[in-house]
């Protein structure tokens, strides 16, 4: 059973900043791309950051040059990097990752439980 664990989430000022944490754990052979998501109350849930197993990223407008993905050598965790927060960046986050549980696995996306980040004064 594969399971992605989020920490890191928490009350930060803005301007402020924020490290969030993911670790995929269990029966895992291998893991292509890993990404960061947000849902806001109301609003549908948008990649935040994306980074693929060769080290590619990509991030969205709303987070570039304030937000970092990056993952370990291992590549069963990843890691958010949040500076400048502002308020609107208030959400839950959720980790994805695309796992593949055996060789020759079609694969398929896992998320996390999700970790509350909150901007505010």
């Known amino acids: 059973q594969v399971q992605l664990v989020e920490s890191g989430g928490g009350l930060v000022q803005p301007g402020g900043s924020l490290r969030l944490s993911c670790a995929a754990s269990?029966?895992?052979?291998?893991?292509?791309?890993m990404a960061w998501y947000r849902q806001a109350p109301g609003k549908e849930r948008e990649l935040v950051a994306r980074?693929?197993?060769?080290?590619?990223?990509n991030y969205p407008d709303s987070v570039k040059g304030r937000f970092t993905i990056s993952r370990d050598n291992a590549g069963n965790t990843v890691y958010l990097q949040m500076n400048s927060l502002k308020p609107e960046d208030t959400a839950v986050y959720y980790c994805n990752g695309f796992i593949f549980v055996y060789r020759g696995d079609y694969g398929r996306n896992y998320w996390g439980q999700g970790t509350q980040v909150t901007v505010s004064s």
């Open positions: 269990g029966s895992i052979f291998s893991i292509n791309a």
């Open positions: 980074i693929t197993s060769d080290g590619r990223r």
